[in-house]
Nanobody, 124 residues
C-alpha cells in the first residue's frame, strides 16, 4: 500500500505563491508516477500536474490552466513530491490532492492512490 500525506496549503492573496508537499510512505516509489489533482466546491476533481519516473525519465505534464505558473518536482531520496504554485488566481482555490500511480499511468491522470487533501484558498 501507498500512503500519501500533503502539507503546505493555506490562504494566500491572488498573485502570491504557495508550495505544497506530499510525503509518500509504505513502499519505495521508484517506478511510480506522482502528482496532483484538485477539486473546487461544486466541481469535479481535475488533473493538475504529474511527474513520471523511470519509464519516462522524469517527464512532467501540466493542465493547461496551470501551465507556466505551477511547477512539479520530486525528491526521490525523500519520497516526496512538491507543487510550487506561483501567480495564484482566485480560480485556483480548491482542495489539492496528492496522487500516485504505478508506472507512467499518472501522466494520463489515471491515479491509483490518493492523499487526504489540503485546502488552498486564494483571496482577492
Amino acid at each position: 500500500q501507498v500512503q500519501l500525506v500533503e502539507s503546505g496549503g493555506g490562504l494566500v492573496q491572488a498573485g502570491g505563491s504557495l508550495r505544497l508537499s506530499c510525503a509518500a510512505s509504505g513502499r519505495t516509489l521508484s517506478g511510480y508516477s506522482l502528482g496532483w489533482s484538485r477539486q473546487a466546491p461544486g466541481k469535479e476533481r481535475e488533473f493538475v500536474a504529474a511527474h513520471g519516473w523511470d519509464w519516462s525519465g522524469g517527464t512532467t505534464v501540466y493542465a493547461d490552466s496551470v501551465k507556466g505558473r505551477f511547477t512539479i518536482s520530486r525528491d526521490v531520496a525523500k519520497n516526496t513530491v512538491y507543487l510550487q504554485m506561483n501567480r495564484l488566481k482566485l480560480e485556483d482555490t480548491a482542495v489539492y490532492y496528492c496522487a500516485a500511480a504505478q508506472g507512467p499511468a499518472g501522466l494520463g491522470g489515471r491515479w491509483g492512490y490518493w492523499g487526504q487533501g489540503t485546502q488552498v484558498t486564494v483571496s482577492a
